[in-house]
């Protein structure tokens, strides 16, 4: 199942901190990534957040998955996921092929 992950910052969450954690941040992404978990990852272009596209079996997973990130364990982030399904609408197209 593809999951849809959108990064919030967490409060009091301090630039510091951020700046502590990014490069091993970095690296596990990195490492999620290659394993084929994160299949996708972007920042928004309005504002300075992340958003991944992870392969999992559920959102519980995806949490598991995200959860190893340094950023979600030091608690200055989390994300909101948003489970997707294959469009069914093209069935509509071929509905009298039958």
Known sequence: ????????ELPGASPEAFKRYAEEEAGTAWELHQAGLI???YFRADRSTAVFVLECDSTEQAQN?????PFVREGLIAF?????????GFA???????
């Open 1 to 8: 199942m593809k999951i849809l992950a959108f990064e919030r």
């Open 39 to 41: 299949r996708e990852l």
């Open 65 to 69: 998955i995200l959860a190893e990130l």
């Open 80 to 88: 909101d996921l948003i489970p997707l399904k294959a469009y069914p």
């Open 92 to 98: 509509r197209l071929f509905k009298d092929a039958t």
